[in-house]
């Protein structure tokens, strides 16, 4: 098969693209399934919301899909054991969701091969007979989150019955390196359509909305499945930020989200496509959250998509690809425009992973050689929701709180586009995020 390496570029505000050519071709390269580590490490808290406490510990034989950590908080979601093994410890270890140690279990695989645990299933074939609630329940104890990025508990979302009037599934695969998304629509519909019915079904909404950049035809199969459940295909313009929640609920319904205010406050619940996958193979094959597809990048490799245990080291990631760990001098998860980079190769994967990017000694960071912001507006002109980051910026290095909440730094959607065009290569995301953290703690 050729693939195409044309270029790719999506259409910013203020003139701007994003080029998201690295990840060309991987579109039509199928999910790789990794082999289960030897030592997975799983975290307590992968979701939004306070941590859980540990069910098991040291000593402790777990079976995979086995409930290894819960909470009692509305907004708090079980993890389950990726493998079959035993714990060897309750420690800390740097979470990349949080940038931060974070209290996680050590599970050691064992050689044995036991049949995975499962939890109760719902047939689908009797959606309308089961009670929301009892979905609702069951998407909890499935440990499922939103895995767009944030880790929001999909069960909250599910909940909003009483505000919900739309179901926005978001598959805009706008990320300049994940094309994962795209993968799970080419090769799993049956199961992506599943999970759309029964979020329906949840929330009882009036529409359902699945948001695409694709082309009408692109995915014939899943297309004729989601016209059946009747829903609506739309077909949103090639952008990046455009993928973000609020602006993809403006895109498509002409309403705009309030400042300080979420999507459910005008009517539309929002979750990612594999959202959706993750709520039908909890629902009906009682399969709880512990692997995802994920899209790998890397010079030497170029775009992989490929299928992880939840836990799973990225060193181990590395080895399967055929990358010596110690040669990659830096690792950035989740999106290039949005995500950070890990300390080293040993950090996990966590739910909301959709993305590695690894890369070697010569393609060293832009932002190693900041240069003093020379007032051009760049970051402005750019910003999706047209807050004013460069002013953000000097507020927050001064610590004036007053004047972050009067720019409405608590806005930001956190994408780092006014990074990405800034010619001083300042990293204004840092700035924004701990402004975004001062407003709403203040």
Request: hydrophobic share 40%; with cysteine.
């Amino acid at each position: 098969m050729r693939l195409r390496r044309d270029k790719y570029h999506f259409q910013e505000r203020g003139g701007f693209t994003v080029d998201a050519t690295v990840k060309r071709g991987a579109e039509h390269l199928p999910f790789q399934r990794v082999p289960d580590p030897e030592l997975c490490v799983v975290f307590l808290r992968q979701h939004i919301g306070p941590p859980n406490e540990p069910l098991v510990g040291p000593g402790d034989r777990v079976t995979e899909g086995q409930k290894i950590g819960d909470g009692e908080g509305h907004m708090c979601v079980p993890v389950h054991a990726p493998v079959t093994g035993r714990v060897t410890k309750i420690d800390t270890a740097y979470h990349p969701g949080l940038g931060a140690e974070s209290e996680a279990v050590f599970i050691e695989r064992a050689s044995e091969e036991i049949p995975p645990l499962r939890l109760s299933r719902f047939d689908p074939d009797r959606l309308q007979d089961a009670e929301p609630d009892a979905l609702v329940g069951a998407v909890r104890e499935a440990g499922v989150v939103g895995l767009g990025g944030a880790g929001f508990p999909a069960h909250v979302k599910l909940s909003f019955r009483d505000k919900a009037e739309y179901l926005v599934i978001n598959a805009k695969e706008s990320d300049p390196n994940v094309a994962c998304d795209v993968r799970l629509k080419q090769e799993r519909p049956a199961e992506l359509v599943a999970g759309i019915r029964a979020m329906a079904r949840m929330l009882n909404v009036k529409e359902c909305i699945f948001a695409t950049r694709a082309q009408r035809g692109e995915f014939p199969e899943l297309e004729e499945r989601l016209r059946k459940a009747g829903v609506e295909l739309a077909h949103i313009r090639p952008s990046y930020s455009v993928g973000s929640d609020k602006l993809l609920v403006k895109e498509l319904l002409n309403v705009e989200v309030p400042c300080g205010a979420y999507p459910p406050d005008v009517g539309a619940v929002v979750h990612n496509v594999f959202t959706a996958y993750a709520v039908a193979r909890g629902l009906y094959d009682g399969e709880p959250l512990t692997s995802r597809g994920i899209t790998f990048i890397s010079r030497y490799t170029g775009p992989r998509n490929l299928w992880v245990k939840v836990g799973t080291p990225m060193r181990h990631v590395l080895e399967h690809m055929g990358i010596p760990p110690d040669t990659v001098q830096r690792l950035v998860v989740a999106s290039m425009l949005m995500g950070g980079a890990v300390p080293h190769a040993d950090v996990p994967l966590v739910k909301a992973t959709a993305a590695i990017s690894a890369f070697d000694p010569q393609e060293r960071s832009p932002y190693e050689r900041e240069r003093a912001c020379i007032r051009c507006g760049y970051c402005n002109m750019v910003c999706p929701v047209s807050i004013y980051p460069v002013l953000i910026m000097e507020a927050e290095k001064r610590g004036q709180r007053g004047k972050l909440r009067r720019l409405h730094a608590e806005d930001c959607i956190d994408c780092g586009l006014c990074s990405y065009v800034c010619p001083s290569l300042i990293k204004l995301t840092g700035y924004l995020r701990r402004a975004m953290a001062e407003v709403k703690q203040g």
